[in-house]
């Protein structure tokens, strides 16, 4: 959001004594179609160009109150409101939106196109490709979880990662959880799981009744430290989760030669690193099972969905019977086992497929606006800024770029303060051990000081591939400017 400017925002403002005379002079100064109605300071209300029409046609006069005709129901949006809030504000079809102070004061005027943009961290990138595919499926009567988009969806899939088997579901926790059931993890297991990371994954150990077991990160990968791995493995270990957080591919060869040495089942949660790869395979493609998120602000989308890969047949058979409420594939309505509806849309895949063909031109992208960012901040690299980890052994897809910001800025701070610049930005995710849902899982003797200290630092940047390289620009310039500002203060 615009910085607090409450006396340029005067001239837009007009008092409840005054006369709709007032409000004429002032949007014929202004231009801005609306005026904001003020009492002692604070908005009571607005009037617009149409809100006098109708007064005129209704017999008032260019001499009758304000208040006889102000709208006191306007929509306002407050000086902390999220970008995304604004978005749902101007979709209800406002184009001018007083943005509030704590007081009721007017401190900043949204516009609906170039004056009300805000950068947001992620966002789809959509084409007409896409619109097309979408349109096709409806065109084909088929725009439930059968038709020929989800059949090319999945095997195209499955061939861009170089998996055995790809089994596409409605969104990336249906993935998690579909995978742990297909593998047979349930009550009684335990699952190694990281500490930093997003919520589903141990929401989905615990769905399938199984136990999460919370382990530090590795500081070089912010992934599952493979060198914890021992320490906390009983005999109820069945499996572990391997989370590629934010695209940076995690140690797997350690990780799965531990799982090898001691029969466990390794699943790679790979909602944010499509695109990844580690010692020359794509993330997914050689472990148990991996999972895939298309939510709206992952590297593809389908708005909702996912995607689970196997390297046996036999999983992916058993996953599919799951998916579709445990029935035969072979006789109609027998149910071969306990299952649900996790399937994903023939409209969906079509989404999917038109981003999924043009997958190497967005990963570029992607790649190509972390080095703009890595070249646009490299004064601040002497000052304490450090960047995301790069792999050793592999590539990431730099999901959403991320940087631990100096010892000593709360991320928070800056946070808000790029927002209040036209700049989202979006802090790292909070460790689970400090969490109540899953606070139980913690382990005793464990600090989780790696987890802790990039939670304390990360703050992720704007990395739509939709950006141009002026707004990188923009944004590293804005990110150095609040840096600095702070530490002065």
């Known amino acids: 959001m615009a910085k607090s400017r409450p006396e340029t925002c005067q001239k837009y403002t007009v008092d409840v004594a005054g006369t709709i ?3 004429v002079e002032n949007l014929n100064t202004t231009m801005l179609r609306v005026a904001f109605v003020t009492e002692e300071e604070r908005v009571v209300g607005s009037v617009s160009d149409g809100d006098i029409r109708r007064a005129f046609l209704q017999g008032r006069t260019i001499e009758s109150p304000i208040a006889e005709i102000m709208n006191r129901t306007f929509i306002s949006a407050q000086q902390d409101s999220s970008p995304s809030e604004l978005q749902q504000l101007f979709r209800r079809g406002i184009d001018v939106l007083p943005v509030l102070g704590d007081k009721g004061q007017l401190v900043d005027i949204r516009r609906q196109g170039a004056n009300s943009e805000i950068i947001p961290v992620a966002e789809p990138a959509l084409t007409n490709y896409e619109r097309d595919l979408v349109l096709e499926a409806i065109d084909s009567g088929w725009v439930s979880s059968i038709g020929q988009f989800v059949n090319d969806f999945e095997m195209e899939f499955c061939e861009y990662v170089g998996a055995t088997e790809a089994v596409s579901v409605n969104n990336g926790t249906s993935a998690l959880s579909l995978a742990l059931w297909a593998l047979g ?4 297991d335990e699952v190694l799981v990281p500490d930093l990371t997003f919520g589903a994954t141990a929401n989905a150990v615990v769905q399938c009744g199984a136990t999460p077991v919370l382990v530090d990160i590795a ?4 992934a599952l430290n493979p060198n914890l791995l021992d320490a906390v ?35 790679e949660d790979c909602a944010e690193a499509l695109g990844t790869e580690y010692q020359g395979d794509h993330v997914g493609s050689t472990t148990d099972a991996g999972t895939f998120s298309f939510f709206g602000n992952k590297t593809i989308t389908t708005g909702e969905g996912g995607m689970v890969t196997f390297k046996s047949r036999h999983h992916a058979t058993r996953a599919r019977t799951i998916r579709s409420h445990g029935m035969s594939s072979e006789r109609r309505y027998w149910h071969e086992e306990w299952g649900t ?19 190497d031109d967005i990963v570029n992208r992607k790649r190509s606006l972390a080095e ?12 304490g800024l450090e960047l995301a980890p790069e792999p050793d052994a592999g590539s990431s ?15 928070g701070r800056v946070s808000q303060r790029m927002l209040r610049e036209g700049v989202e930005t979006r802090r790292v995710f909070n460790p689970l051990h400090i969490q109540p849902a899953f606070s139980q899982f913690k382990l005793a003797d464990e600090s989780y000081d790696a987890s802790t200290f990039v939670a304390d630092r990360g703050l992720s940047l704007p990395s739509s591939i939709n950006l141009t390289n002026k707004s990188i620009d923009f944004v590293a310039e804005t990110l150095l400017r609040t840096i600095q500002e702070i530490e002065l203060n």
């Open 185 to 188: 993890v349930g009550p009684g």
């Open 372 to 383: 703009l960012y890595t070249s646009k901040l490299s004064d601040l690299l002497s000052s």
């Open 21 to 23: 005379r007032d409000v």
């Open 233 to 267: 493995l009983s005999s109820k270990t069945r499996a572990i989760i391997v989370v590629h957080l934010y695209g940076i591919p995690a140690q797997l060869d350690a990780i799965v030669a531990f799982a090898k040495t001691h029969g466990l089942f390794v699943i």
């Open 219 to 222: 500081p070089d990968t912010w």
């Open 397 to 411: 897809t730099v999901w959403l770029f991320t940087v631990l910001l100096p010892l000593g800025i709360d991320p």
């Open 341 to 359: 509806n996790l399937r994903l849309t023939n409209l969906q895949a079509a989404l999917g497929l038109g981003q999924l063909r043009r997958i």
